[in-house]
């Protein structure tokens, strides 16, 4: 998806970024260099549980997991515009809360 040129942003716990560092270090660092991909890491102790997001232009998609991390079945898919906006103020949020992985 990075070598499509769209732009992108990759938010993750510290968690996920060091399993992406320990397994595919090497094309993480690739992913990073290209202009169109911001990749953030999300500041927190490792303990929050956020949900995986896709958001585009028209589609929504957001998958959640229970208290202990795992897969829940619990799953939001829309092409609604307000739950497009929704979705961007929930994306904003975890943005703020994140910092930006310089390659």
Do not use: C
Request: proline fraction near 2%; glycine fraction near 2%; avoid cysteine.
């Amino acid at each position: 998806m990075a070598e499509s040129g769209k732009e992108m942003t990759f938010i993750v716990t510290p968690k996920v970024y060091d399993r992406f560092v320990e397994d595919h270090e090497k094309r993480l660092k690739e992913i990073i260099k290209k202009e169109n991909v911001t990749f953030m890491i999300l500041n927190d102790k490792g303990d929050t549980i956020v949900p995986s997001m896709t958001l585009t232009d028209v589609f929504t998609y957001i998958y959640f997991f229970n208290n202990d991390g795992v897969y829940d079945n619990k799953i939001i898919v829309s092409l609604d515009d307000s739950t497009r906006s929704w979705a961007k103020e929930l994306y904003k949020y975890y943005k703020k809360q994140s910092t930006a992985i310089e390659s």
